[in-house]
């Protein structure tokens, strides 16, 4: 499956942007938001997780919403919502103001996720789990490389600025 590859290699741009008006770079930046959520890696969401995923990127839809967006996003109504269904639900909050800041407030609202005592940053520790999760298997020498590359100033933390550099930054494997 992956071989440290390109994590966006699988998402077919060109349709998404057709179906949604979204940006390459927010299509990227969805991709993140959605791996952060499937935490099992099924490569669906629940159906049933969609208010609170919704709420943790920073939208407010209200339960009237929820149920016509889930309507119209889940048309087999399998109760999963593959990637194309999550960017073209997202899309449908973010059309109306797709900017940087947007991302940067749904990036915030997943960083605050890891960083649960609200210190402003997140531990290597903390990100060495993270890491190891999204990217298993993972040798701890490779573990440890990207570790060091990125925690560059050494301080055995990522704040916020360096969070969002990593998850807006494409990697070209090694």
Do not use: W
Not at 6 to 32: M, R, S, W
Not at 60 to 69: H, Y
């Amino acid at each position: 499956m992956a071989h440290g590859a390109d994590p966006y290699a699988d998402i077919d741009f060109d349709e998404i942007t057709e179906n949604t008006g979204l940006a390459p770079d927010e299509i990227k930046c969805l991709k993140v938001c959605f791996d952060l959520f499937d935490t099992k890696k099924v490569e669906f969401l629940s159906a049933d997780d969609l208010g609170e995923i919704m709420r943790a990127m920073g939208f407010r839809p209200t339960e009237e919403e929820l149920k016509e967006l889930l309507l119209e996003i889940d048309e087999d109504g399998s109760g999963e919502i593959e990637f194309g269904e999550f960017c073209q639900l997202c899309a449908t909050f973010l059309v109306e103001d797709p900017d940087m800041e947007t991302m940067k407030r749904e990036l915030k609202d997943a960083f605050r996720i890891y960083d649960k005592e609200g210190l402003g940053y997140i531990t290597t520790e903390t990100l060495r789990g993270l890491i190891s999760e999204l990217l298993a298997p993972l040798t701890d020498e490779e573990l440890e490389g990207i570790l060091d590359e990125l925690d560059e100033d050494g301080s055995g933390s990522m704040d916020f600025d360096e969070f969002c550099e990593m998850m807006m930054t494409k990697s070209d494997g090694d």
